[in-house]
């Protein structure tokens, strides 16, 4: 009730704040060198984040000489410090849980910007944020355009793209649709089409980018000799998701390690997740361990909760193969131009997939089995259409990828 109240008070706030604003949107400016501070937001989570990087790189190109703030979630601020085209990173957990706080901020990054003469922003391009949040704080921060796909929430009369009306499914892939809101801002057609496979330019312009940090690299080279893994074949395992519904069972992972090592004895796994998801990553390495003496090496471990994020793109790198269903962590090893295994069933591999070098990827997708799909709500421990996707079909298409790389050369039995 309480929040019903705060959002409804918002909204007629700012319907009269909006009527009573006369600053000029002459949309001639857009594209233009009269742009000089722009606000990004992608506040989500690590895959929505990277999925934003084409979007913030078209802006770069568009704007060359403006000043770019990126609102990232706090929990990826680290890792997206120095990402291409961005200037300042201001953090925000979404929700009304630090709102004002991160409005602060960025008031006080303008003014700085501006030499303290302007506390304004000129454009917001708004790549993905949770509503009623997000086209409020655009606003607010003082940007005079503010674009925004899908355009159909509430807040849409805070838009400068109030129509016409796109909903996701009009948008295709993540990536695409951060690109269509980046050519609005940069008055460009409300929408810019998938490029057709092959065409070198419009490929680039949707490739992701993440930048790489030396101490997670150092932190990652470390690990591996500890482990005695330097010249190890290595494929990364993300049992974890921001939902069950996209999860694959553990035990299938353990199973599908199992059978790869005993089809390649010289491979080890890596499982990877966040810390929070650091108890389950133990168990799917203990799962694979099992049986193993004590002096034996181990044929898995679990980064989580040993390495931190900045150190994922290089550990990444380093694998020859990422097993992950709909996660960041999947987008993250597309990012580095690992290939993956992606296992879909909920979500759809057009929108979430990944989003380039199909050819270097493989993507197992089978078909929901509960009508409706409860998606973000699934009572399953185990979801059913997960399941669907058997151990085989991913022992198979590990091997497929590992027939694909060369070996690196083995100096253990």
Same mark, same amino acid.
């Given at each position: 009730?309480?929040?019903?109240?705060?959002?409804?008070?918002?909204?007629?706030?700012? $319907?009269?704040?909006?009527?009573?604003? $006369?600053?000029? $949107?002459?949309?001639?400016?857009?594209?233009?060198? *009269?742009?000089?501070r722009?606000? /990004?937001?992608?506040?989500?989570a690590l895959?929505?984040?990277?999925?934003?990087?084409?979007? %913030?790189?078209?802006?770069? +190109?568009?704007?060359?000489?403006?000043?770019?703030?990126?609102?990232?979630?706090?929990?990826?601020?680290?890792?997206?410090?120095?990402?291409?085209?961005?200037?300042?990173?201001?953090?925000?957990?979404?929700k009304w849980?630090?709102?004002?706080?991160a409005?602060r /901020?960025? #008031?006080q990054?303008a &003014?700085?910007?501006?030499?303290?003469t302007?506390?304004?922003y000129?454009?917001?391009?708004?790549?993905?944020?949770?509503?009623?949040?997000?086209?409020?704080?655009?606003?607010?921060?003082?940007?005079?355009?503010?674009?925004?796909?899908?355009?159909? @929430?509430r807040?849409?009369?805070?838009?400068?793209?109030?129509?016409?009306?796109?909903?996701?499914?009009? %948008?295709? *892939?993540?990536?695409? =649709?951060?690109?269509?809101?980046?050519?609005l801002?940069?008055?460009?057609?409300?929408?810019?089409?998938?490029?057709?496979?092959? +065409?070198?330019?419009?490929?680039?312009? #949707?490739?992701?980018?993440?930048?790489?940090?030396?101490?997670?690299?150092? /932190?990652?080279? =470390?690990? %591996?000799?500890?482990? !005695?893994? =330097?010249? &190890?074949?290595?494929?990364?395992?993300?049992?974890?998701?921001?939902?069950?519904?996209?999860?694959?069972?553990r035990?299938?992972?353990?199973?599908?390690? $199992? =059978?790869?090592?005993? @089809?390649?004895?010289?491979?080890?796994?890596?499982?990877?997740?966040?810390?929070?998801e650091?108890?389950?990553?133990?168990?799917?390495?203990?799962?694979?361990?099992?049986g193993?003496?004590?002096?034996?090496?181990a044929?898995?471990?679990?980064?989580?909760?040993?390495?931190?994020l900045?150190?994922?793109?290089?550990?990444?790198?380093?694998?020859?193969?990422?097993?992950?269903?709909? +996660? !960041?962590?999947?987008?993250?090893?597309?990012?580095?131009?690992?290939?993956?295994?992606?296992?879909? /069933?909920?979500?759809?591999?057009?929108?979430?997939g990944?989003?380039?070098?199909?050819?270097?990827?493989?993507v197992? #997708?089978?078909?929901?089995?509960?009508?409706?799909?409860?998606?973000? &709500?699934?009572?399953?421990?185990?979801?059913?259409?997960?399941? @669907?996707?058997s151990?085989?079909?991913?022992?198979?298409?590990v091997?497929?990828?590992?027939?694909?790389?060369?070996?690196?050369?083995?100096? *253990?039995?």
């Amino acid at each position: 009730m309480r929040l019903k109240l705060r959002e409804g008070l918002l909204y007629w706030g700012l $319907r009269l704040k909006r009527a009573l604003d $006369r600053r000029p $949107r002459d949309p001639a400016e857009l594209g233009s060198s *009269h742009i000089h501070r722009i606000l /990004a937001i992608s506040n989500t989570a690590l895959g929505d984040t990277l999925l934003s990087t084409p979007g %913030l790189r078209a802006l770069r +190109t568009a704007y060359p000489d403006a000043h770019l703030t990126l609102v990232a979630h706090p929990s990826l601020a680290e890792l997206f410090a120095g990402v291409e085209g961005v200037d300042a990173v201001v953090p925000y957990v979404g929700k009304w849980r630090g709102f004002w706080r991160a409005l602060r /901020a960025l #008031r006080q990054q303008a &003014r700085r910007v501006s030499g303290g003469t302007s506390a304004d922003y000129d454009l917001a391009a708004i790549f993905h944020g949770n509503e009623p949040q997000v086209t409020p704080l655009a606003y607010l921060s003082g940007a005079r355009f503010i674009f925004k796909l899908p355009n159909t @929430n509430r807040f849409r009369f805070l838009l400068a793209n109030p129509e016409p009306l796109l909903g996701w499914d009009d %948008l295709g *892939h993540g990536v695409d =649709q951060r690109l269509a809101v980046a050519g609005l801002a940069c008055g460009k057609p409300p929408c810019l089409p998938a490029p057709p496979l092959g +065409t070198p330019f419009l490929e680039a312009l #949707r490739r992701m980018s993440v930048p790489r940090h030396a101490a997670g690299a150092a /932190a990652v080279s =470390q690990a %591996l000799a500890r482990l !005695g893994w =330097q010249e &190890r074949r290595l494929i990364a395992l993300q049992p974890g998701a921001s939902t069950n519904s996209r999860r694959w069972p553990r035990s299938r992972f353990i199973a599908a390690a $199992r =059978q790869l090592a005993a @089809n390649h004895p010289a491979l080890r796994f890596v499982v990877t997740g966040s810390p929070a998801e650091a108890a389950l990553c133990r168990e799917v390495a203990d799962g694979i361990n099992a049986g193993r003496a004590p002096a034996d090496e181990a044929l898995a471990w679990a980064s989580a909760g040993e390495l931190l994020l900045t150190a994922l793109p290089g550990l990444f790198a380093r694998c020859q193969g990422v097993v992950s269903g709909d +996660t !960041g962590p999947m987008h993250l090893a597309v990012t580095v131009g690992t290939p993956v295994v992606a296992l879909f /069933a909920v979500s759809d591999p057009a929108r979430s997939g990944p989003a380039y070098d199909l050819d270097r990827h493989i993507v197992i #997708r089978k078909w929901r089995t509960c009508t409706p799909c409860l998606s973000k &709500r699934c009572p399953y421990a185990e979801p059913i259409c997960m399941n @669907n996707i058997s151990v085989d079909e991913v022992v198979d298409a590990v091997d497929t990828l590992l027939c694909r790389t060369a070996p690196v050369p083995e100096t *253990h039995g």
